[in-house]
């Protein structure tokens, strides 16, 4: 996946500001910076949750900046978005089977999905009694329904406690291994420069630095407006887990 020159206005202000990146399978990168710098509309673009003023997004050479999400998940690109979207009222595995009949996506079933990101012994739970990072947890096992090629993940690190910031760093280090793109973004840098090989910060809607977790923490823009002394130590990224 590429998206080129992407510039996104709301309210007269600029959000994004001609932003490009690539994307390509084998890799976890990740896009970092302050709260309201346009991470997450850029992610919306991505995923065809927000149709950009100018720019195009690019699935193997063809651009389908203007197909809605549905399209471009047919198409394999799997989204897990900030805010939570799993259905809490049902169980871990009616939201997949529910899933999987809406996107008609891999039919392996619920237990294979669940198995997956550790929740196999969770799947007649109600999902409203799961914790936060169960749900994590679940929201990722969801997107890979549709067996997605690239992976865009909104805050994936978001309200877990360390030992499941562990399994997903596992797990998304997993998917890449097997060939996914995957892009996330999250709020918890040091964790975040831990799982990615490539880390870009944005900045006012422009993409300041993009480069391997040490390159990009050494930046001193990158520190004094965003890292400050949080990531001291790093020596790169894709290491442990986490």
């Known amino acids: 996946m590429e998206a080129r020159g992407i510039e996104v206005s709301r309210g007269g ?10 994307l390509c399978s084998g890799r976890v990168v990740g896009l970092l910076g302050p709260t309201g710098a346009g991470k997450t509309t850029l992610f919306e673009v991505l995923v065809g949750n927000v149709f950009p003023d100018v720019g195009g997004v690019y699935l193997d050479g063809v651009d389908v900046v203007r197909y ?13 978005p900030q805010v939570p979207s799993v259905l809490p009222d049902l169980s871990v595995r009616d939201n997949l089977v529910s899933f999987e009949r809406l996107v008609g996506g891999d039919v392996r079933g619920a237990g294979y999905w669940s198995e997956l990101v550790g929740l196999s012994a969770k799947l007649g739970v109600r999902v409203g009694s799961l914790s936060g990072g169960e ?11 549709a067996r997605p090629r ?8 978001s309200g877990i406690d360390p030992v499941v910031a562990i399994r997903v760093s596992g797990l ?3 998917l890449a291994r097997d ?4 892009l996330l973004s999250d709020h918890h840098a040091k964790v975040a420069f831990g799982v990615c090989e490539e880390v870009g910060v944005i900045l006012d809607g422009v993409i300041w630095r993009w480069g391997t977790p040490r ?3 050494l930046d ?15 020596s790169g990224g894709g290491g442990g887990d986490g």
């Open 179 to 182: 060939g996914m793109a995957v």
């Open 172 to 174: 998304l280090r997993g």
């Open 150 to 157: 690239v992976l865009v993940c909104d805050e994936p690190f």
């Open 68 to 80: 809605p999400m549905w399209r471009r998940v047919r198409l394999g690109v799997g989204y897990v």
């Open 13 to 22: 202000v600029s959000v994004l500001r001609g932003v490009s990146l690539s």
């Open 220 to 234: 001193g823009v990158v520190r004094e407006r965003y890292l400050g002394g949080v990531l001291d130590g790093v």
């Open 135 to 145: 749900r994590r947890l679940l929201e990722i096992a969801r997107s890979l329904v």
């Open 215 to 217: 390159d990009v923490a």
